[in-house]
């Protein structure tokens, strides 16, 4: 399965319609400028708080412990052992307090395959370059490997590619959105002039659709409402 890729830190902590019609407008990129913004600083703080762990350090590689707090959080929810599969040092799990099930590794560690099983989940945290999706899905483990927060996407489309499936999406589109919740099929949300968004169309369960596709949808339907006006990227037909 597949989390991502990450349009904005926030979205799996609030998935939803309504959190799209409220932050439409503040799009996060995952890579912080140098004056953070009020809401950001406020949830670095919160991270820190819930990882019992030192902010001056943690804000240091704020994405990689947002990226672990989210993925105790789920943990928890889960109720069953959840490894945390890092690719990196960026974070010390010696100074943070995880979820009891949640456990911290590096996804090269032979423990990963050797000790798992059905029973567990295994979150791959943010792979970025080809040979991060290799190894997760190369996996030999009867446990579901789930990739989250992918900083960018290999391919220009809305899916992966290969075995992932994407089960959360929340993506930016030229004066829209494409949105999706595992189980229920793809959305496709069209920004209004209010800064609100509107449902448009809805694709079956099961289907995948290109992201040019829901980007043509979108970029039809502002111009027929009169929207596109303002769209500088509606007359070269680019994302």
Known sequence: MYAGPRDEILSYLHPSPSFLSAHASQHLSPFLPPSR???????????ATRLAGPD????????????IDLASRIATKLGKRTLLLTYD?????????????????????????????????LLAL???????????????????????????????????GGKWEPIYVVKRLTKGWVYRAYPA????????????????KEFPQGVI???????????????ARGYAISNDRYLTQRL
């Open 126 to 160: 943010s792979p970025g370059v080809g040979s991060h999706w290799t190894k997760a899905a190369g996996l030999k483990t009867d446990a579901p490997v789930v990739a989250m927060n992918a900083p960018f996407s290999l391919a220009y489309d809305i899916a992966q």
């Open 209 to 223: 659709p290109k992201l040019r596709e829901v980007a043509a949808v979108v970029r039809d339907e502002s111009q």
């Open 37 to 47: 913004p009020p809401h950001l600083v406020k949830y670095n703080k919160a991270v």
């Open 185 to 200: 099929g793809f959305k496709v949300y069209l920004d209004k002039p209010d800064g609100t968004v509107e449902l448009i």
């Open 56 to 67: 001056y350090i943690l804000r240091r590689q704020s994405v990689a412990y947002a990226n």
């Open 89 to 121: 040092n960026a974070v010390d799990p010696s100074i943070i307090k995880l979820s009891k099930q949640a456990k911290i590794m590096r996804i090269n560690s032979p423990e990963v395959e050797s000790s798992t099983s059905a029973k567990d989940v």
